[in-house]
Structure formats: structure tokens, C-alpha cells
């Protein structure tokens, strides 16, 4: 079973709706991360969390929300989604012992 | 600001022939450098981490080298199997949440 799963994997929505995308991991991580691809950008980082207390803005957070739910679960909301936020998702966890992060499968988001 | 640029944007290689990605960066101290693996729809697969300069790390065909201005990924003898898109990111020792800012990857196609 993966250790990093993402929820839903494709999504197509129209403008001004609302859409969450939700992560899980079972690698007992503390940290938590959402970043989204573009092509010719790279990996973006949107909003990361140390902790379920514990919530901080990366470099790309405006219209999104985040919420960490417990340990194991955090999920990114776009409160009404725009064009320009069609991109993949990626979800990603590391440990305090260690600097590397473990990345999902993605979501592929579509904003019509 | 931290920067990553990585050469070439796309490499075609055929089965054995040996070559090497470059990944130049700047970054306010280093913490670390990545190197990932990502597939077409898939998420990045973590690779190695490089923290110091003469540092080597190995792993199959690849071999990643760092200095204090660039990295090296090395593939040698590649096989088709071999074909993805390699990322490489730095998390600087200052700064939020052990951000990792990404190249924007070579696309490798190894062909028979």
C-alpha cells in the first residue's frame, strides 16, 4: 500500500466552486506539505504543517486553505477556484529527523 | 532567493550510452540537495541527498556528485527503464519549514 495517498486523482471543476483535495500518509511523519507543478515552474510550495497545531503559509498560499485534521491527514481548499489554479497537486511528508520529503500520486485539477 | 537551474531540459541517450545532468543552484547555506525521479502522472521518487560538498551517493546506474555551486547526477550505461523526468531541489539551512525549492527537471528518453 502506498505510504502517501491523495484524494481524488483527476477533478474537473468550474469556476467560483469550492474543492478540497484531501492527503493521508501512514509513514508516522509529523510534517506535512502541499505543493503544486506547473510546466516550465516546477514544484511550488503552497502550505506546510509540523504538527496538527501547527499551520504555515509557503510561497504560493493566496486562495488556498489548509487544514490538518490529525497527524496522518491534511487537506488543501480552494475556496472558489479560479482558471489559473488548474495545475497538479502534490502532497508530501517528512520527519524532523530527516530533510527529505515523500511525495503522493498527485491530483490533476482542472478549472474550467 | 534560492535558485535551481538544471541543463538540459531534455536528454535523449541510446541504451548504454553514459552521460550526466547538471543541476546549478544558489542558496543562502545549505542544508541539503535532492535529487528525485518522477514519472509521467506520478509523484516524485526520492533519489538521494547530497549535504556537503565532495559528497557522492550511488544507487544502481546513478551516481550524484555535489559541489558548492552545482550537482551532477551521472547515469551510466542507462536502460529504457531509465526514462523520466529527474528533479533536483535545495532546502536552504534558514528559512520556513523545510522548504525545498525545485529545477524544473530533465526529461531523460532512453531509447533502444
Known amino acids: 500500500d502506498a505510504d502517501v495517498t491523495q484524494t481524488p486523482r483527476n477533478r474537473i471543476t468550474k469556476t467560483g466552486k469550492r474543492i478540497m483535495l484531501e492527503c493521508s500518509q501512514t509513514k508516522g511523519h509529523d510534517r506535512m506539505y502541499w505543493y503544486r507543478q506547473d510546466p516550465g515552474l516546477g514544484l511550488r510550495l503552497i502550505y506546510y504543517s509540523f504538527d496538527v497545531k501547527d499551520i504555515n503559509k509557503g510561497e504560493i498560499s493566496d486562495g488556498y486553505s489548509v487544514s490538518r485534521q490529525a497527524q496522518a491527514k491534511f487537506s488543501l481548499s480552494l475556496e472558489s477556484a479560479i482558471p489559473n489554479q488548474t495545475a497538479l497537486y502534490f502532497c508530501a511528508t517528512g520527519s524532523g529527523q530527516s530533510y527529505e520529503q515523500y511525495f503522493g500520486p498527485g491530483t490533476r485539477l482542472t478549472v474550467t | 532567493e534560492d535558485q535551481v537551474t538544471q541543463s538540459p531540459e531534455a536528454l535523449r541517450l541510446q541504451e548504454g550510452e553514459s552521460s550526466s545532468l547538471n543541476c546549478s543552484y544558489t542558496?543562502?547555506?545549505?542544508?541539503?540537495l535532492f535529487w528525485y525521479r518522477q514519472d509521467p502522472g506520478k509523484g516524485p521518487e526520492f533519489l538521494f541527498t547530497?549535504?556537503?560538498a565532495g559528497e557522492e551517493k550511488e544507487k544502481e546506474r546513478l551516481k550524484a556528485t555535489l559541489t558548492k555551486k552545482e550537482s551532477f547526477l551521472h547515469i551510466t550505461a542507462p536502460k529504457p527503464e531509465d526514462s523520466a523526468t529527474y528533479l533536483c531541489?535545495?532546502?536552504?539551512?534558514?528559512?520556513?519549514?523545510?522548504?525545498?525549492?525545485f529545477g524544473t527537471g530533465t526529461q531523460l528518453k532512453v531509447e533502444l
Open positions: 542558496v543562502s547555506g545549505l542544508r541539503g
Open positions: 547530497l549535504y556537503s
Open positions: 531541489a535545495v532546502q536552504a539551512v534558514t528559512g520556513g519549514g523545510n522548504k525545498l525549492t
